[in-house]
């Protein structure tokens, strides 16, 4: 029997599929297949490896995902999540969402910036 055959999965589960070759992540209560993904996904394959076996759910909402991108997960959709996520405790949550979309702008977005205005800054000045 193929783990794909269930229909609800248990966290032992994702943590057993969280290679390049076998990546499971959970989003929102459910549990998507997304190893032939991989290639295609448009910010690279290390993002989601480094989700792959748990909760992803924040870094999900957390990088604004087009509902184009939303539903590109039906066709990864194995199954359901067999206990909490963190889709249901984000809603006892309260007032941090808006905090904590700044700081993942901030990291996602600031940083790199930065990074790239001070290659090019050492570029121009200091290389020959």
């Known amino acids: 029997m193929s783990d794909t055959n269930q229909k609800t999965f248990t966290i032992d ?3 057993s ?5 076998n ?16 290639d ?4 690279g394959d290390e993002v989601i490896i480094s989700e792959g076996g748990k909760d992803a759910t924040e870094a999900f909402d957390d990088i ?4 184009e991108a939303r539903s590109q997960l039906d066709k990864l959709y194995i199954g359901d999540f067999d206990g909490p ?3 249901s405790s984000s809603s006892t ?7 904590d979309t700044r700081a993942s702008l ?3 977005l600031l940083f790199p910036l930065v990074a790239i205005a001070a290659y090019l800054v050492w570029r121009i000045y200091f290389a020959k």
């Open 13 to 15: 589960d994702l943590k």
């Open 17 to 21: 599929h969280q290679s390049a070759d």
């Open 23 to 38: 990546m499971w992540l959970l989003i929102n209560g459910k549990v998507y297949d997304c190893t032939k993904f991989l």
């Open 40 to 43: 295609d996904h448009p910010g």
């Open 64 to 67: 604004g995902h087009s509902d």
């Open 85 to 87: 996520s963190k889709s």
């Open 93 to 99: 949550k309260t007032g941090s969402k808006s905090s």
């Open 106 to 108: 901030i990291n996602n």
